[in-house]
C-alpha cells in the first residue's frame, strides 16, 4: 500500500489524476481549503475514492459537512490512535478494491452473457 501525501487542492488533484487512489484522508486545517471541502471535491469527481477526516478542533460544523456532504466513511480527532487509524485505512481499502472486483466480474458476465446470446442467434438461424 503506497501513501501520497499533498500540500495542497494542486497536487491533491495531480495525485488523483496520475495515481490509482483508494482512500482519501484530509485534515480539516488544510492550508487554502477546509479538508471537509477538500472531500466534498473528491467526491464529486471521485466518488468511489473512500474518505477520512482529521481534526483537532472541535469544529462541528465541519465534521457535519463531511459526513453529510462528503460522505466521510470515518472521522478521527486528534490526537488520533496510528493503529485505529491503521485498521480503519485497510477496512476502506478493503472495499474500495472488493467494489472493483465486483464491478470487474460483473463485467466479465454481461460480456459472456452477450457471447452466449450471440452464439444461440446463430446456431437458431443456422
Avoid at 93 to 121: C, G, M
Wanted: charged fraction near 25%; aromatic fraction near 6%.
Amino acid at each position: 500500500m503506497d501513501v501520497l501525501i499533498a500540500k495542497d487542492m494542486k497536487e491533491v488533484w495531480e495525485h488523483l489524476a496520475t495515481s490509482h487512489v483508494h482512500v482519501v484522508i484530509a485534515d480539516q486545517r488544510m492550508p487554502g481549503t477546509p479538508g471537509s471541502q477538500m472531500l466534498v471535491l473528491v467526491r464529486e469527481r471521485y466518488p468511489a475514492i473512500k474518505r477520512m477526516l482529521i481534526t483537532g478542533y472541535s469544529d462541528i460544523e465541519a465534521v457535519i459537512e463531511a459526513v453529510n456532504k462528503a460522505g466521510v466513511m470515518h472521522y478521527c480527532s486528534k490526537p488520533w490512535d496510528p493503529a485505529e487509524l491503521v485498521q480503519v485505512v485497510r477496512k476502506a481499502y478493503d472495499e474500495v478494491r472488493a467494489e472493483e472486483e465486483r464491478v470487474a466480474y460483473t463485467e466479465k458476465l454481461i460480456t459472456a452473457n452477450q457471447q452466449l446470446e450471440f452464439a444461440l442467434r446463430q446456431r437458431l438461424l443456422s
